[in-house]
C-alpha cells in the first residue's frame, strides 16, 4: 500500500502573554490507501489543530505534509479536488433542500449535478431530498455534511468528530456509512472521541497526546504492544478480598480492589494466583482473563479520559467548495 497522507515533525506554536505554547511538537502520521484510519487524541492535544494545519487553514512553524504524494500546503490547490475534508459541524440554510443544497455546492465546484442524486442515495437522504434541512434530525444534517464533502468522489476523505452528538441510532448509521466508504476503496482519515466505534471500524489508528504521537500502527497492533491482560479474580468468601489483595502484592502484583473481585496483573503465570492464595486458605471461585480493550489504551497513554465532543471554537469547513452557512460562510 502507498501513503495517501503523510506528516514528519509538524511544529504548531502559539504566543500568548503566557508565553509560548507547543500545540504541535514534531508530530508523525501516516495513512495508507484505502484505510479507515482513527485520529485519537484528549481535548488540547493537538489533533484538530492538526487537521486544520493539513487543510491550510493554520499555517505551522516547521515539518513536512503531504496529500497524495505532493507537499502541501504549497499543491494544496492542486489536490483540493481529490480530498473531502468536515471540520467539526458545518452549518446549512434551515429553509434549504438537501438537493438545493448540494446543486449549490455542485455548481461552485464544477461537478455535474447528477452527482448529487448519487451523493444523496450513498448517504441514504434521497428519499428526505427535497424537505427542509431545519425539519434533519441531527444524524441526517451529519450525513448531508459527509454528502458535500463527497461530492467530488474525493480519494481521501477528512472527517473531525462525524458522530459528536449523535445518539445510539445516528453513530450506528454513520458507522455503517464509514464502512460502505471504505468498502468503495476511499481512504477515510476519522477523528473522534467515541473509541468503541475507532476500534470497531478503523483499520490503524494515530494516538496523540501533547502534541507528539504516542501510538499508531493497526489496531490490532496498537493493542498488543499496549494492553495488558488483567485476571478478574473471584473469591469464595467476599471478606477475603484485601488480605488476599496485600498476599498478591506481596508476590508482586499489581492488585486493584473492585467490590466484588480483584483485578490483578502483573504475574507471569495465572496458576500464581490460585497458588498464592490457596497457601494462606483462600479459594477461588473465578480465575479469566480481560483483555483491556482501545479505550483502556488510551487512558494509559493520554492519561486523560475520552469525552464526546470538545469545547473547542467552531471552525466549519467543508473542502467541497463555497456553501452557503447560516453565519459568515464555511470558513473564515
Not at 65 to 89: F, K, N, Y
Request: include cysteine; aromatic fraction near 4%; glycine fraction near 12%.
Amino acid at each position: 500500500m502507498s501513503a495517501v497522507l503523510e506528516i514528519a515533525g509538524l511544529q504548531k506554536t502559539y504566543r500568548s502573554r503566557k508565553g509560548v505554547r507547543k500545540a504541535l511538537d514534531g508530530f508523525d502520521m501516516v495513512v495508507e490507501a484505502g484505510q479507515v484510519h482513527g485520529f485519537l487524541g484528549p481535548n488540547g492535544s493537538g489533533k484538530t489543530t492538526t487537521l486544520r494545519t493539513l487543510l491550510g487553514l493554520i499555517r505551522p512553524n516547521g515539518g513536512r505534509m503531504s496529500i497524495l504524494g505532493r507537499e502541501v500546503p504549497q499543491a494544496l490547490p492542486e489536490v483540493a479536488g481529490s480530498v473531502g475534508a468536515i471540520v467539526e459541524s458545518p452549518q446549512f440554510f434551515g429553509n434549504f433542500s438537501a438537493q438545493d443544497t448540494l446543486s449549490l455546492l455542485a455548481d461552485a465546484g464544477g461537478v455535474p449535478r447528477t452527482r448529487v442524486f448519487e451523493v444523496l442515495e450513498l448517504v441514504g437522504l434521497r428519499d428526505r431530498s427535497k424537505d427542509r434541512v431545519k425539519t434533519y434530525s441531527l444524524g441526517m444534517k451529519q450525513r448531508l455534511a459527509v454528502a458535500s464533502a463527497l461530492l467530488k468522489n474525493p480519494k481521501l476523505l477528512i472527517l473531525d468528530e462525524p458522530a459528536n452528538g449523535l445518539d445510539p441510532g445516528g453513530i450506528r448509521e454513520m458507522r455503517g456509512l464509514m464502512a460502505g466508504l471504505a468498502e468503495s476503496g476511499m481512504t477515510v482519515l476519522l477523528s473522534s472521541h467515541i473509541l468503541g466505534e475507532i476500534q470497531l471500524i478503523c483499520d490503524s489508528v494515530t494516538i496523540i497526546a501533547a502534541g507528539r504521537r504516542v501510538a499508531a500502527g493497526s489496531v490490532a497492533e496498537v493493542l498488543a504492544t499496549h494492553a495488558s491482560t488483567s485476571l478478574r479474580v473471584r473469591l469464595e468468601a467476599v471478606s477475603d478480598l484485601t488480605s488476599s489483595a496485600a498476599a498478591l502484592r506481596d508476590a508482586g502484583a499489581q492488585v486493584v480492589v473492585e467490590p466484588d473481585h480483584l483485578m490483578v496483573s502483573g504475574l507471569a503465570q495465572p496458576s500464581a494466583v490460585t497458588r498464592t492464595l490457596a497457601e494462606r486458605g483462600v479459594y477461588v471461585s473465578e480465575l479469566s482473563p480481560v483483555t483491556a480493550d482501545l479505550e483502556s489504551v488510551f487512558l494509559e497513554l493520554t492519561g486523560t479520559a475520552p469525552v464526546q465532543g470538545e469545547n473547542r471554537q467552531v471552525d466549519q469547513t467543508v473542502m467541497s467548495g463555497t456553501a452557503p452557512a447560516q453565519s459568515g460562510g464555511w470558513g473564515r
